[in-house]
């Protein structure tokens, strides 16, 4: 199964940008990236999705290189209110869904 | 997006006994739905994967005899938890996968937590 590799955990403040890469080596062709955002108690929130170069949507942006080894998910001025684990998977059609680590990001004020 | 719903949200059972968990794609069929259990302070861990019409696929060290799923229609799988035990604790999720997109998106349900006692 394909591996993600993640930092365990990145601090931040109130109102800047946060970006937090993801290591995905052997990446297969037919791999999407997904992350996902997960609070204390609840299932995991579908953040964006993205194939090759940049995807945007309302709460983040996903940039992912040509070599599509790594991705970075990009949250722009986060708020307390963002604080969570952040889950980078590789899903495709024939894939099972295996989470590694994860990043905890704790927003401060 | 595309919602799935988990059932109950929270359970607690005698030693001994069964507790089945549900999980319903609300507006979209899903071939396959997978379940996943978490203990605190660590990550998903996929226990098997269920596939509607045939039996499910268990993840090494997962019981099957003992996590029985059934995926009996294209919009429902339950995952029951056969005579329960303290060490069953923990906080079972599950996802179902939409295939109308491109990306074959996951999406998870708000998870159970099943407290054996």
């Known amino acids: 199964l394909a591996k993600t590799t993640q930092p365990i955990s990145m601090d931040s403040y109130e109102g800047q940008e946060v970006n937090i890469t993801c290591s995905h080596n052997?990446?297969?062709?037919?791999?999407?990236i997904t992350w996902y955002q997960q609070f204390p108690s609840q299932g995991p929130r579908f953040i964006i999705q993205?194939?090759?170069t940049k995807v945007t949507n309302e709460v983040a942006s996903l940039f992912i290189p040509a070599d599509r080894k790594s991705s970075t998910l990009s949250l722009p001025r986060v708020s307390l209110s963002d604080t969570a684990v952040y889950y980078c998977?590789?899903?495709?059609?024939?894939?099972?869904?295996?989470f590694g680590s994860g990043t905890q990001l704790t927003v401060l004020p | 997006g595309a919602v799935v719903s988990q059932h109950p949200s929270w359970v607690i059972c005698k030693s001994g006994t069964s507790v089945k968990i549900e999980c319903r794609s609300l507006?979209?069929?899903?071939?396959?739905m997978f379940w996943y259990r978490q203990f605190p302070k660590q990550s998903l861990m996929l226990m098997a994967t269920s596939n509607e019409g045939s039996k499910a696929t268990y993840e090494q060290g997962v019981e099957k005899d003992k996590f029985l799923i059934n995926h009996a229609s294209l919009t429902l799988s339950t995952l029951t938890v056969t005579s329960a035990h303290p060490e069953d604790s923990s906080f079972y999720i599950c996802s179902a996968r939409d295939e109308r997109g491109a990306g074959t998106e996951a999406f998870f349900g708000q998870g159970t937590r099943l407290t054996v006692v």
């Open positions: 993205g194939y090759k």
């Open positions: 998977l590789l899903s495709g059609s024939a894939r099972q869904l295996t």
């Open positions: 507006d979209f069929q899903a071939t396959t």
């Open positions: 052997n990446i297969a062709t037919n791999d999407y």
